[in-house]
């Protein structure tokens, strides 16, 4: 089968040998698979020594085969994989044997994948199959930073810095549907008026002065995940006793701060990864309650693995990219 692999510092797209599912497992034909920036981080976490391993974290395809013991899925089902390993129930931290996929198993830019029978839930049937092709890491982790650690509730304001990224299209929308006003940045007119048109109530240039863009604005949480570049200016625009999470730092991970700014205006930090399986359900419920589409942005073919990738470096996106198998 085909599949897009990094093996010893290089990128390829190659035929490897088609997996066999093997006892609790499932064999899935994927139809198409969502890109996440963790597909540009994987190569560098793996270093240069590692047999192929195959990218990705997202997909939706068609069972193909069943392993032994699996009576939970028949051929033909047509599934979404949720790429957060064995974190099953709600709980503040997962399990000790958590991973996500496409580190160290196999991922999902491949024409199949052999996956446990637990990883698979049902293609909501309300999604194309593009759609369900990326209702995994994005939507997962931006449903747990949003209600579990957000909390968020009709009435407040969300601010959410990096409106282009795959997740923040997902947290404009989840934020909108419960009656949140929800403030963006980008970097990218074009990107502002893409983060409007699909809800969001302000849309303000990353490289403007927030303090006095947002002064007539009371900010009950902030979303962060672009790291060095805007933490400090999330936290100064973030009303006194409010809430930051954190979820990503595309940008750089360490940040300076003034502690005694932050304990004196009784701010909470709350750190955030992914979600339960618990999470994931409820995600796609939400969805469905709202009929929440993901905001797509281009797809590509597995043969153009790489150009793919280099469009996801660059951040020319708005929303989610895929391929389509
Ligand atoms: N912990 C987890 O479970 C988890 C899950 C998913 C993602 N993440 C992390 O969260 C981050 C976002 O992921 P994603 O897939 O949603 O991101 P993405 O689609 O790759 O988007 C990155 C965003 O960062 C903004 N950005 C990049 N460089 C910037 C700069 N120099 N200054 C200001 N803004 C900048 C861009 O905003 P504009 O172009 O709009 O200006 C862009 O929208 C990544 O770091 C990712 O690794 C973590």
Known sequence: MKAVV????????????????????????????????????????LGNDREALILGS??????????????????????IINPSLRWYEQSDIPPEDFEILSLPDNGTFAEKIAISAEQLEPKPAFLSVEEAAVIGISPLTGYRALFTKGQIKAGQTVFIPGAGSGVATFLIQMAKNVGAKVLVTSRSEEKRQAALKIGADRAIDTNSDWTKELEDETIDLVIESVGRATFN????????????VVFGATTEDVVDFDLRQFFYGQYTLLGSTLGSREEFRACIEHMEKYNTHPVLDRSFKLDDAQAALDYLKENHQFGKIIFTI
């Open 6 to 45: 990094f093996e010893k510092g290089q990128l390829l797209v190659k035929d490897v040998p088609t997996p066999k599912p093997k006892e609790g497992e499932v064999l899935v034909a994927i139809k198409a698979a969502g890109l996440n920036r963790r597909d540009l981080y994987t190569p560098g976490r």
């Open 58 to 79: 997202d997909a939706t395809g068609v069972v193909e085969e069943l392993g032994v013991g699996v009576s939970n899925w028949k051929i033909g089902d047509e599934v």
């Open 233 to 244: 200016r999330s936290l100064a625009v973030l009303k006194k006793g409010g809430k930051i």
